[in-house]
C-alpha cells in the first residue's frame, strides 16, 4: 500500500511501512546518521537523525519513525539543525579530542557530523580520561572505551552478524557504558576475534590493534580481493601502505560475505612479510657440483642461485628422469591455495609437457 | 549459501565444524537459526561450537554416519514422510534401496551408533517436516574408508525427501581451501582434465592433443620420450606418496603444498620424502617439506597475485595484486611456464640430437601449444576455450563487477547458483543402496581410546601461513589436545595438563585441554603444529574410491606426561 507524505515541502509516494530515513535516502534527501547502519536493526538512540515532523511533540528519530498518510516531515529546520548541533557537542563533552593522533580520524563518524555541523566542545565540557586506554588484551581489538559514543552498532554487529552477543551495556545514565560480557576481557566472553565490531564503530573506540599507528584512511591504497584461507569465498579490502600490507577492511560490496570476515580472515595476514619468507630460489649444493644426491661434504646445504640456473637444473632433472623412467615416474602436486590459472598451467606441464597424468592436490587431506 | 542461509527451514549439519572452519557461512546459520527461526540438527561426536544453538545434536559414534543415516531414512520411509513425486519422477533404483534400509530399523541403529532411539525419531521429523531441508558436511563425512558411501547416502536422504535442486535445500560439502573447487576444476586431479573431462575418453585426449598441439596415439609408433597425451589414469597424492618406495615415481613437483603436515603417517612421509630421487617444492615458506626438498623455488601470496579462485558455492572471484613481489620470488604461473617451456626446450634439442624425427614435436601452430603467457588474463583465455564450464568466465566480466558460478558457458551465459534444478547430471538421480562397514582401525586392549583429527579457528592447516600471524599466535600458540573430564580423572590429569599420545604408528606430547566437547573415550587433536601434530599418529587407510584418508578414526592410548 502506497502512502502520500511530504519531504521539505515536496510530495511524495511511499510503500507504507517503510521508515523516514528510508524514503529519504530513496529521494536523495539528506540525513546524517551516527547509530544507524543498514545493515543492523536501528535503535533510534543517538539522535543524529532527528526530523521535525507536523503536528509532532517532538522531533523523532528518522531510523525507526514509519512513515504515515499525510506526513509532513522537515529534514533540515532550525530547530532540527540546532539539535543535531547539541546533540554532537553533548557527545565531543565526553569525548577526547585527540584527534591529531587517533587512527581513525578521516573515517570517523563522529569526526565528519561535527565538521558538517561546525560543532565544537564545549567550554563545559571535557571530563577527561575515564576509562583505561587500550583496555583489553585481546590481540586483535583495540578498546577505547573514551571515545565510545554509546551507538551500540558493536553490540548489534556482535549479536546479528556475528551471532555471538558478547557486546552489552552496563550501568545507567553518565555511567553507562559498553561491556564485554560481565564486564571481562573480550575472549573471556566468548568472543571469537571477527572484528565485526570493529567494522561497525563508527569512531575510534573499537580499532584495530596490529596497525594502530600505521596508517590513516587517506594515507593507504585499498585493494580488493578474495580471502587466502578457507572456501567460503570471502572477499575484503587490502589495506596497502608504502608497498605494505598493513591490514584488511571489510568491503561492504562482497558478494558472499558483506561486511563480515573471520579472525583469519581480517587478522590472519601478517605471514605476508615474514621474515621467513623464501626470496631467492635455493638448490642444495650437491646439485652445482653435478654429484649425485648426497648429504656428505655439505651436498645438502642451501645455495642461493639466479633464477636461470634454478629453473635449468630443475629442467634437466624432469628430462632425465621422463628419459630413464618414463613420463608416469613424475607426480605433480598442485596447489588448492594457488590460483585458477596457476593450477591450469600445472595440469597443462603434467599432461602436455610431462605426458601424465599424475596430478593431484590436498583436496583429499 | 546464500540461498541456503536464507531459505533453508532446517539444517542438516553433519561432519562439518561451520563455525570454526567456515567460520563467515557459520555464521549465516547461526543467524538463520537464532532470528529466522530455521531448525538445526548437528550430527557430530563433539559438542563443537554450533551445537549450542542446535535444535538437537547427535552424538554418533565415529565411523557410525551410514547406520545413523540409515536409520533417519527407516523413520521417514516408516511414518510416510518420503516426497513420492519426486521419487518417482526424477529417481530411479528406489526399491534395492529401500530393501536395504529396512535392515535399519532405529533400535539396532542405536545400538551401533550410541544414539537414543527418541533421538533418532525427533532428527527424523525436524529433517522431513521442514521443507526444505539443507545438508551440509566437511570431512568429517569424507575423510573416512566410507566417505565415498557416506556422501553417496547423504544423496539418497536428499533425493528421499525431495530436497535436490531447491534453493534451500540440496546437498552442499562446503570445500576446505580457498581454491580446493578451482583446483578440482583445472584438471589437477589425476583421472580428469579441466571441467571434469575424463582422461580415458578418446574425444577428450583428441581435443586436448589437438589444442595443446600433441600426436595422438595413433599417428605414430610410441616412443619413450615422445610427447603424447596419457589415457591412464594417473597416482593420487595418497597414491604418489607410497609409489615413490615402491620405485614408481621418482619424482615430484609440489606446489604449494605440505605433505609432512597434512598428510597421514608423518613418519612413513618422511621416509618417502628421504627416498625420491628429485623433489622441486615451490613455496612461500620453508616448510616442513623443505627439508626434503632438492630445488626450492620461491613463489608469491596472494596478496601479490592477480588471477582468480573459485569458492566452494563455484563462484569465480578475482584476486588482486596489492603489493610487489617479494624479494626475487616470482609468480607461481610464470614459474611453472618457465619449466615447461625449459622442459620442452631440452626435450627437442635431446630429440634432434638423437636424430628423432621431427614428428615427435609439440607443434607449435595448435592454438593453445605455446607458453608464452603474459600474464593470468591469457591463461584464462585458453581456460574459456578447452574448459566447457568456465567458458564465458573471463577477468574482463568479473572486473565489470559481474557475479559468476559455474557453469557459465558463453560470455552472455550470467552464470549458474543452484545445479539440477531440472534434472541430474545423468538424467535421473539413482538411489544407492548402502550397508554401514565399521572403521578400519578399531580400539583394542594396546590402544583403546578413538582419536578425531581436524583444524581450530585460529589456525590453518599445516600452519605455515596461521603459525606465522603473530595474533593468532597469541590466542592459540600450541596445539591442545581434547579430553573428556572422565578419561582426565582416569587418567590422573589433576593439576597437570600434559599428555603423551600414542598410535601404532607414532607418539606426539601435548597440553590436554579437559573439556566435554569430546565424549568419555574419544580425543581430538589438530595438525598445526610439527612438535605434536596429529599427523604422527594418524594412518593412510583409504577410501578405495576418493582415496581419502580416514583421519577422523585412529585408535590411540593417552598417558600422562
Redesign the interface.
Known amino acids: 500500500m502506497a502512502v502520500n507524505i511530504k519531504i521539505n515541502g515536496q510530495p511524495i509516494q511511499a510503500e507504507a511501512g517503510k521508515t523516514v530515513l528510508q524514503v529519504a535516502k530513496e529521494h536523495d534527501v539528506h540525513i546524517p546518521t551516527l547509530c544507524y547502519h543498514k545493515d543492523l536493526n536501528p535503535t533510534g538512540n543517538c539522535r543524529m537523525c532527528i526530523v521535525e515532523v507536523k503536528g509532532g511533540r517532538f522531533l523523532q528519530a528518522a531510523c525507526v519513525t514509519p512513515i504515515w498518510e499525510g506526513m509532513e516531515i522537515e529534514t533540515s529546520s532550525e530547530k532540527v539543525m540546532k539539535d543535531r548541533k547539541l546533540t554532537l557537542e553533548l557527545m565531543l563533552a565526553n569525548h577526547p579530542v585527540d584527534c591529531m593522533t587517533c587512527d581513525v580520524a578521516g573515517e570517523c563518524e563522529l569526526q565528519d557530523l561535527a565538521y558538517e555541523y561546525q560543532a565544537k566542545v564545549p567550554a563545559w565540557g571535557a571530563k577527561g580520561t575515564r576509562y583505561k586506554v587500550d583496555s583489553d588484551p585481546n590481540?586483535?581489538i583495540r578498546v577505547d572505551m573514551n571515545k565510545c559514543i554509546l551507538c551500540r552498532r558493536c553490540e548489534s554487529a556482535c549479536a546479528?552478524?556475528?551471532?555471538?552477543n558478547v557486546w552489552g551495556v552496563a550501568k545507567r545514565g553518565f555511567e553507562e557504558v559498553i561491556v564485554a560480557g560481565a564486564g571481562v576481557p573480550m575472549?573471556e566472553a566468548r568472543c571469537?576475534?571477527?572484528g565485526q565490531c570493529v567494522a561497525y564503530c563508527p569512531t575510534g573506540a573499537l580499532s584495530n590493534?596490529?596497525n594502530y599507528g600505521m596508517g590513516r584512511a587517506h594515507q593507504v591504497?585499498k585493494?580488493?580481493?578474495?580471502?587466502?584461507?578457507?572456501?567460503?569465498?570471502?572477499?575484503f579490502d587490502?589495506l596497502?601502505k608504502n608497498?605494505?600490507?598493513i591490514g584488511v577492511a571489510s568491503n561492504p560490496n562482497a558478494?558472499?560475505?558483506g561486511m563480515?570476515?573471520?579472525?583469519?580472515?581480517r587478522?590472519?595476514?601478517?605471514?605476508?612479510?615474514?621474515p621467513?619468507?623464501?626470496?631467492?630460489?635455493?638448490?642444495?649444493r650437491y646439485?652445482l657440483e653435478e654429484r649425485g644426491?648426497t648429504k656428505e661434504d655439505g651436498g645438502w646445504d642451501?645455495i642461493d642461485v639466479e633464477?636461470d640456473v634454478?629453473?635449468?637444473?630443475?629442467?634437466?632433472?624432469?628430462?632425465e628422469?621422463?628419459?630413464?623412467?618414463?613420463?608416469?615416474?613424475?607426480?605433480?602436486?598442485?596447489?588448492?591455495?594457488?590460483?585458477?590459472?596457476?593450477?591450469?598451467?600445472?595440469?597443462?606441464?603434467?599432461?602436455?609437457?610431462?605426458?601424465?597424468?599424475?596430478?593431484?592436490?590436498?583436496?583429499?587431506? | 549459501?546464500?540461498d541456503v542461509a536464507k531459505e533453508a527451514k532446517a539444517f542438516f549439519i553433519i561432519g562439518s565444524n561451520t563455525t570454526e572452519?567456515?567460520?563467515?557461512?557459520g555464521?549465516t546459520i547461526?543467524?538463520a537459526v537464532?532470528?529466522r527461526g530455521a531448525k538445526l540438527v548437528v550430527a557430530d561426536p563433539r559438542k563443537i561450537d554450533i551445537t549450542e544453538?542446535a535444535t538437537l545434536h547427535l552424538r554418533q559414534r565415529p565411523g557410525t554416519d551410514i547406520a545413523l543415516l540409515n536409520g533417519l531414512m527407516y523413520i521417514i520411509l516408516e511414518k510416510g514422510w518420503e516426497n513420492k513425486s519426486f521419487i518417482d519422477e526424477r529417481t530411479e533404483n528406489f526399491d534395492e534401496f529401500k530393501a536395504t534400509v529396512m535392515d535399519y530399523p532405529p533400535e539396532k541403529v542405536s545400538q551401533i551408533t550410541n544414539v537414543p532411539v527418541d533421538q533418532l525419531y525427533e532428527a527424523a521429523e525436524i529433517i522431513a517436516s521442514n521443507n526444505p531441508t539443507a545438508v551440509l558436511w566437511a570431512m568429517g563425512i569424507?575423510q573416512h574408508i566410507v566417505g565415498v558411501r557416506n556422501v553417496m547416502d547423504l544423496a539418497n536422504l536428499q533425493m528421499l525427501l525431495g530436497n535436490m535442486g531447491k534453493a534451500g535445500g540440496g546437498v552442499n560439502p562446503?570445500?576446505?581451501?580457498?581454491?580446493?573447487?578451482?583446483?578440482?576444476?583445472?584438471?589437477?586431479?589425476?583421472?580428469v582434465?579441466?571441467a571434469y573431462q575424463p582422461?580415458t575418453s578418446p574425444d577428450v585426449i583428441e581435443k586436448?592433443a589437438k589444442a595443446?598441439g600433441?600426436r595422438t596415439k595413433d599417428e605414430f609408433i610410441l616412443h619413450?620420450?615422445?610427447?603424447?597425451?596419457?589415457d591412464?589414469?594417473?597416482?593420487?597424492?595418497?597414491e604418489?606418496m607410497p609409489?615413490i618406495l615402491e620405485g614408481?615415481?621418482?619424482?615430484?613437483?609440489?606446489?604449494?603444498?605440505d605433505?609432512v603436515m597434512?598428510?597421514?603417517d608423518t613418519k612413513h612421509i618422511r621416509h618417502c620424502l628421504e627416498s625420491i630421487?628429485?623433489l622441486?617444492l615451490q613455496?612461500?615458506?620453508?616448510s616442513e617439506t623443505a627439508a626434503y626438498a632438492?630445488?626450492?623455488?620461491?613463489?608469491i601470496?596472494?596478496?601479490?597475485?592477480t588471477?582468480?579462485?573459485?569458492?566452494?558455492?563455484r563462484?569465480?572471484?578475482?584476486?588482486?595484486?596489492?603489493?610487489?613481489r617479494?624479494?626475487?620470488?616470482?609468480d607461481?604461473?610464470w614459474?611453472?611456464?618457465?619449466?615447461?617451456k625449459?622442459?620442452?626446450?631440452?626435450?627437442s634439442s635431446?630429440e634432434e640430437n638423437e636424430k628423432k624425427e621431427e614428428r615427435r614435436k609439440?607443434d607449435e601452430s595448435a592454438p593453445w601449444?605455446k607458453w608464452d603467457?603474459k600474464d593470468?588474463s591469457a591463461?584464462?583465455d585458453?581456460?574459456n576455450a578447452l574448459?566447457p564450464s568456465?567458458g564465458g568466465i573471463t577477468h574482463a566480466r568479473l572486473e565489470a563487477g559481474e557475479?559468476l558460478q559455474w557453469p557459465c558457458p558463453t560470455t552472455d551465459h550470467p552464470g549458474t547458483p543452484i545445479l539440477h534444478t531440472k534434472q541430474f547430471t545423468r538424467g535421473k538421480g539413482k538411489f544407492m543402496p548402502i550397508d554401514h562397514v565399521p572403521p578400519a582401525e578399531k580400539p583394542d586392549d594396546d590402544f583403546p581410546m578413538v582419536m578425531s583429527t581436524g583444524r581450530v579457528?585460529?589456525h590453518?592447516?599445516g600452519g605455515?601461513?596461521?603459525r606465522?600471524?603473530?595474533?593468532?599466535m597469541?590466542?592459540y600458540g600450541e596445539s591442545l589436545v581434547e579430553v573428556n573430564p572422565d578419561d582426565a580423572v582416569k587418567l590422573g590429569l589433576n593439576g597437570k595438563s600434559k599428555v603423551r599420545i600414542t598410535s601404532r604408528r607414532g607418539s606426539i606430547e601435548a597440553q590436554a585441554w579437559v573439556t566435554d566437547r569430546v565424549p568419555p573415550g574419544m580425543v581430538y587433536a589438530n595438525f598445526h603444529f610439527p612438535e605434536s601434530s596429529a599427523n604422527e599418529l594418524t594412518h593412510a587407510s583409504l577410501d578405495p574410491v576418493?582415496?581419502?584418508?580416514e583421519?577422523k578414526i585412529t585408535a590411540v592410548k593417552v598417558e600422562l606426561v
Open positions: 590481540p586483535f546479528e552478524i556475528q551471532g555471538r575472549l571469537e576475534s571477527c590493534k596490529m591504497t585493494v580488493t580481493t578474495t580471502c587466502s584461507y578457507c572456501g567460503v569465498g570471502c572477499q587490502l596497502v608497498n605494505k600490507v558478494p558472499v560475505n563480515a570476515l573471520c579472525v583469519k580472515g587478522y590472519g595476514y601478517d605471514y605476508i612479510h615474514h621467513d619468507r623464501v626470496v631467492k630460489p635455493r638448490v642444495r646439485l644426491k642451501w633464477w634454478a629453473l635449468n637444473i630443475v629442467a634437466k632433472k624432469f628430462m628422469i621422463r628419459g630413464n623412467f618414463g613420463a608416469d615416474s613424475i607426480g605433480l602436486l598442485t596447489s588448492a591455495k594457488c590460483l585458477n590459472e596457476e593450477n591450469y598451467l600445472m595440469n597443462k606441464l603434467a599432461r602436455q609437457v610431462i605426458g601424465t597424468n599424475n596430478i593431484d592436490h590436498c583436496a583429499r587431506l | 549459501m546464500d572452519q567456515h567460520p563467515v557461512f555464521t547461526r543467524r537464532k532470528y544453538i569424507t562446503l570445500r576446505g581451501q580457498n581454491n580446493v573447487q578451482g583446483a578440482c576444476d583445472m584438471g589437477g586431479l589425476p583421472n582434465f579441466p582422461v586436448f595443446w600433441l619413450p620420450s615422445s610427447f603424447i597425451l596419457s591412464k589414469i594417473g597416482l593420487t597424492v595418497t604418489m609409489g614408481k615415481i621418482k619424482s615430484l613437483y609440489i606446489l604449494g603444498e605433505p597434512s598428510d597421514p630421487d628429485f622441486l613455496e612461500i615458506f620453508p632438492d630445488v626450492l623455488l620461491p613463489g601470496s596472494f596478496a601479490e597475485k588471477g582468480t579462485f573459485t569458492n566452494t558455492e563462484r569465480v572471484q578475482m584476486v588482486r595484486k596489492a603489493i610487489p617479494q624479494g626475487d620470488a616470482r607461481d604461473w614459474i611453472t611456464a618457465e619449466i615447461a625449459r622442459v620442452l626446450f631440452h626435450l635431446f609439440i601449444a603467457y593470468t591463461i584464462m585458453e581456460i574448459t568456465y557475479r579457528l585460529y590453518w592447516h605455515q601461513m596461521t606465522r600471524a603473530q595474533g593468532l597469541q590466542v576418493a582415496k581419502i584418508p583421519y
